[in-house]
T-cell receptor, first 111, second 112 residues
């Protein structure tokens, strides 16, 4: 029972490169979320999903895309990375209206 | 604009002290308030508060919600160095998707 896992743990990209972050959960939660955390800014919601095949924008969606093809996986894509996207990315899952459980995070640096 | 404000932003205490962390909120359609502890990695869940005046307690940590005044406090008694962390307050609000809005956190440092 792994809970919420994220792949990769660390990544360094050059400006303009693309990548996909994977979040996987074995908690059978319907809701999944992607956040970024920056110093002094707290956790900010990028995109979220309320079920397989559905996604919606959060507070800071620009420059990111997501997909939820399977209930247990939520992918976050950066099509053309920018230095402003240097951050720590957290995935979270939840049951309806309940507390969110977070993955271990991915530290991304864009040079 | 929906917002969650935590205070203080940082706090330094000595082992054995008692601390009180504050969280105030202004959101549309409030549902619940959550407290998380974040050490060097992912936030870990502490409490979920939905009703006013009912204290939630876990060991040396306790929390209470005031829905009339729109705030919550997190108390930590007899602090230990292991309590050093960032404490995050978040509010579930809005429709059925249960989105969270986070405060910026309080960084607590407990010195031996």
């Amino acid at each position: 029972n792994a809970g919420v896992t994220q792949t990769p743990k660390f990544r360094v990209l050059k400006t303009g490169q693309s990548m996909t972050l994977l979040c996987a959960q074995d908690m059978n939660h319907e809701y999944m979320y992607w956040y970024r955390q920056d110093p002094g800014m707290g956790l900010r919601l990028i995109h979220y999903s309320v079920g397989e095949g559905t996604t919606a924008k959060g507070e800071v969606p620009d420059g990111y895309n997501v997909s939820r093809l399977k209930k247990q996986n939520f992918l976050l894509g950066l099509e053309s990375a920018a230095p402003s996207q240097t951050s720590v990315y957290f995935c979270a899952t939840a049951d309806t209206g309940r507390e969110q459980y977070f993955g271990p995070g991915t530290r991304l640096t864009v040079t | 604009e929906d917002k969650v404000v935590q205070s203080p932003l940082s706090l330094v205490v000595h082992e054995g002290d008692t601390v009180t962390l504050n969280c105030s909120y202004e959101v549309t359609n409030f549902r619940s308030l959550l407290w998380y502890k974040q050490e060097k990695k992912a936030p870990t869940f502490l409490f979920m508060l939905t009703s006013s005046g009912i204290e939630k307690k876990s060991g040396r940590l306790s929390s209470i919600l005031d829905k009339k005044e729109l705030f919550s406090i997190l108390n930590i008694t007899a602090t230990q160095t292991g309590d050093s962390a960032i404490y995050l307050c978040a509010v579930i609000y809005g429709g059925s998707q249960g989105n969270l809005i986070f405060g910026k956190g309080t960084k607590l440092s407990v010195k031996p």
